[in-house]
């Protein structure tokens, strides 16, 4: 019988404790939602397109409008060397002379066959005008006349080639023969290179290269000249890229002549001309999350619609969305903090 007594007690104890807890939770329920505010507060701002001036900074190697190497197109042994590396020569200019007595021998036995050749078949043209030599003979005075023409030509430009000249004006970069060496056809010999107009050549992204036209202006900087300023055009923009999506494109300058740049500095390239783009863009202060995890509040008939976006460039106080949003939704810009999606918000800005 005690031991019935105890269980009930037990029972009744237990069924107390119960009650008030139910009772505590249902006060909790009804404390928290007085608590709780119907909407929130937050300011907002309607997603629109930004004119952003999108300037662009690269880095490339100086190189000479022109760089030639220079081939002998003759075979002999070198007589005389008639310039030095650092030598400026004008285009024409003898820069190494071959042993040519078996090619001027050849040039003078050509040219006495071609004016032979030639009075000869001026004769027998004045012959069979006179009815006094056939057309037969004519012709084949015509074809000497030709043959040895050719001979001529030939034995002129071999003589010619014996005299290894500068294709362009420039500076002699490298030599490779001394007196007494012997050059074989093809054999390079110097290289001669135009610093007068320099170019540099830099790799541009597909989203950007579309903005630039061939002859626009360019900004260009060098770390020899500090606070020395160089302009150039763009010259061509290559129509294939590389395996990274980039476009060569070449700006060709004027060297100056009181800051005289070489062949082989880095150049800084700046446009900054027509890189002017519209994108949509939102406030900065509209993220929610990290740029790795882009996420903006939307304001839907008043609910709070958490979105993921796709961002791209970050300008100034605003971020270019490049997905996820549309021109004309309004976004949260402040009081997001508090704010979980399908939340009310009223918006007070």
Known sequence: MKRLKVYSVVILVFALIVAVLLHNRSQIKAETKNLNPTSYAVNTAVVGTQSIKDDLDLVGTINGSNDVKVVSESSGKVTKVLTSVGDYETAGAVLIQLDDKLQAAAFQLAKVNLDKATKDYDRFKQLYKENSATSSQLEAAELASQSANNQFVDAKRQFDNTSITSPISGIVTSRTVNMGTYVAPGMVVAEVVDIAHLKVTVNV???????????????????????????????????????????????????????????????????????????????????????????????????????????????????????GLQVGETIVTSGQDNLEDGYKVNVIN
């Open 205 to 323: 992204g597909e989203r950007r290269v579309i903005a630039l036209k061939p002859g626009e202006r360019v900004h260009i900087t060098t770390d020899v000249y500090p606070g020395m300023d160089f302009y150039g055009f763009i010259k061509w923009i290559s129509s294939k890229g590389d395996a990274d999506h980039t476009y060569p494109v070449e700006i060709d300058f004027l060297n100056s002549t009181s800051h005289p740049l070489r062949s082989g500095m880095f150049a800084d390239v700046h446009f900054t001309e027509h890189l002017t783009t519209e994108s949509m863009a939102i406030p900065r202060e509209a993220l929610v999350g990290s740029i790795e995890t882009p996420q903006v509040y939307v304001v839907e008939h008043g609910i709070a619609r958490l979105k993921k976006i796709v961002v791209g460039a970050t300008y100034n106080h605003y971020l270019e969305v490049l997905g």
